[in-house]
């Protein structure tokens, strides 16, 4: 009995001891899981829904079990092809772990990367990609709101996935991310100084954020909202979009002077009663105001974004361009960083990767920053913007500053380094191509005096050439890259306006266009053809229809003189004329009046015209009465 007493309380000591240790650990362990975010927070439920409060209340330390599980089945479905099936259990999975960033991550790159490839249809793949945006966005990041690898991970599905060229059907969704936001925005022509850009969203950014805040502001609002009450809708999204449609494609001048059907082409339904309203100049500064009221509603309600930052961006940055890619890897990657400045422990590997979304999106801008999109045909194309490259540069700065603030690797630096010295080339390229040589010359000074001394530098002694043979190596080295070819391709075509069309020496138009061509067609021999897409993943578009977006955009330019294009457009072929007059005669007749000139004389309706709209009318008539056809199948 003696013996058995002292066991007891032998064990009893034991088990006194291990619950001290235990108890030990606790704060610890609590502090660790709140720096991963791992918590509910203060109050269970409180900033959760209640079935994800239930989902981790209720199944206690059997949880981690069933989460284990579920894993295991939802790859295994994935693997069978049962793509619904495991997408349903990963949001069960995201219920039970909300507070877990990698599983948000996980789940989102699944959608996005894995199980969008094993669809076949584009339409199919975009909705897959979406549905991995739209986790993170919706439900991960107002989760785990100091999650900065979460940001990160959204960052990055915008850029590469969508952003980039290796998917196969990355033109289709570069299309419906600029048809998406091009309805959201209401903005039909998204070209003009940076100044104009920054000034057409700033209403957006400045809007009240309530309906109380905006009668209170603008009370002759009230009875303008009553009349769109007459008409059977409401202040909300469902009227933002009939909205948008109109000014994307009511207002569009090929629907207005060609007569296209927006309802046998599939556009949208529009509402046509919200004609009168939308287009009665009366109201005009009261309708304005409700749009820009229900724009930043629809970008905090939906989009989860917040139209203060997407302005500061801008007027950081430069002119972006919503409807493109790079300009939401920025925004989050850059809300990312942002985040990393408020929390107590800065994970290193996080913070990099963030800094250098913010880069790799505005290296985007500047390699593709210019986007023409066409409503209508669905037409897509971007273009250079050397706006860009100051940006770029004061990002690195940024960067630069936070690594010296940290510590981190030894190359991480140099990994930076090796970026800088590739893009300030890229940016002496694009200056030089686009003519301004002042420029491309400061830039070339500068990526000399940074980078020239270093040993790859100094044996191919790039740097002690002038900038014109330095341009024609980078040219033979870089031409295989799709983005360096547009850009060439922009440079041949507009020096053929400005130095052939403007003093009617059409041989040296003729010269620059027969370059241009022969690049082009150099270039599209490699790209591989996709029967499911319109634009195969590395192709460009056809020449006719670069040719006519580079006259668009160089024409419209307002730092080129008004003369000088009228010089241009005096000398351009009838043919090309036509193609773009509908386009350009709006932007280019109000300039013209603002410069009290004759518009119809400056720029004078070309011959055919008419007959040209006609001949686009009718096959696009047949081309939906053909779509319309139905498909015979004979029965073996």
Known sequence: MRRQRWIQISVALVGVICLSIAGSLVWPINKQRASLQLTLGDKVGETVPPEVALGTMALGSFRGLLIDYLWHRANKLQEEGELFEANQLSQFITTLQPRFPQVWAFQAWNMAYNISVMTDTPEERWDWVSKGVNLLRDQGIPYNPNAVRLYRELGWIFFHKIGQFTDDMHWYYK???????????????????????????????EAPETLDALLAQS??????????????????????????????????????????????????????????????????????????????????????????????????????????????????????????????????????????????????????????????????DIIPDPRFVPAYDKAVEAAYKRIEEQTYRSDTTFTFQSGHENFLQKAVYDYYLYGDLEEANKYYTKVRDLYGNLPHNVESGRFLQSLDDFILLYIEQNLDMMSNTQSFISMMLQRGFREGLANQRYEVYERRETLARRIHKKFQKRAVDKAVTEQDRMSLLPFEKVVENNYITYMRSTSVPLPLRARIWYSTPDALRRSVYDRLAPVLYEQALLAMMNPSRVFPTPEGLEEQREAILSALQKKYQQAQEPVQIERQ
């Open 219 to 380: 009370p002759d609002i009230e009875p303008v909202i009553a009349r769109l009450r007459d008409l059977g809708y409401e202040l909300d999204e469902t009227f933002l979009m009939q909205a948008g449609l109109h000014a994307m494609f009511l207002q569009s001048i090929d629907v207005r002077i060609i007569g296209i059907d927006l309802q046998k082409l599939q556009v949208g339904s529009f509402d046509e009663k919200l004609l009168p309203f939308l287009e009665d100049e009366t109201i005009a500064p009261a309708r304005e105001a409700m749009l820009a009221y229900l724009r930043r509603k629809t970008l905090t309600e939906r989009y989860h974004m917040d139209a203060v930052h997407m302005l500061g961006l801008m007027e950081m940055f430069g002119p972006v361009d919503w409807r493109h890619p790079a300009a939401h890897c920025l925004y989050w990657s850059s809300l990312g960083v942002q985040r990393i400045g408020t929390l107590l422990k800065i994970e290193g590997v996080d913070t990099i990767n963030s800094d250098r979304q913010v880069i790799h999106a505005l290296q985007l801008l500047e390699h593709s920053g210019r986007l023409t999109f066409d409503p209508v045909s669905q037409h897509i």
């Open 175 to 205: 299309r419906q991310m600029a048809l998406e936001w091009q309805q959201v925005l209401g903005q039909g022509d998204f070209g003009g100084t940076t100044e104009e850009v920054i000034s057409r969203f700033r209403p957006i950014a």
